[in-house]
């Protein structure tokens, strides 16, 4: 059984910055795509980044340039700076679209 756990949400002020981590158990953050999706208060979950167990990442247009993906040994990180209100949400890490871990609050006051 895949288990995912997800750390690091909190408040912080347009332009800070937050890390996320998400611990997978036994080897999935390293032989699964793992993913961030962010779900916001009446909208519907969404992509947000991924990393290819090649190492291969990706991006949302709206996160580009401000959001890194990472691995580290048993977990994935999520990088989050210059943020933004509109970034305001539970983020969610996944591993093969499969898996999910209960989610963390990002909030990102004006």
């Known amino acids: 059984q895949v288990h995912l756990a997800e750390s690091g949400g909190g408040l912080v002020q347009t332009g800070g910055s937050l890390r996320l981590s998400c611990v997978g158990s036994g080897s999935v953050v390293s032989t699964t795509t793992m993913a961030w999706y962010r779900q916001a208060p009446g909208k519907q979950r969404e992509f947000v980044a991924r990393?290819?167990?090649?190492?291969t990442t990706s991006y949302a247009d709206s996160v580009k340039g401000r959001f890194t993906i990472s691995r580290d040994g048993v977990k994935v990180v999520l990088q989050m700076n210059s943020l933004k209100p509109e970034d305001t949400a539970v983020y969610y890490c996944s591993s093969d679209g499969t898996f999910w871990g209960q989610g963390t609050q990002v909030t990102v006051s004006e």
């Open positions: 990393i290819r167990s090649s190492g």
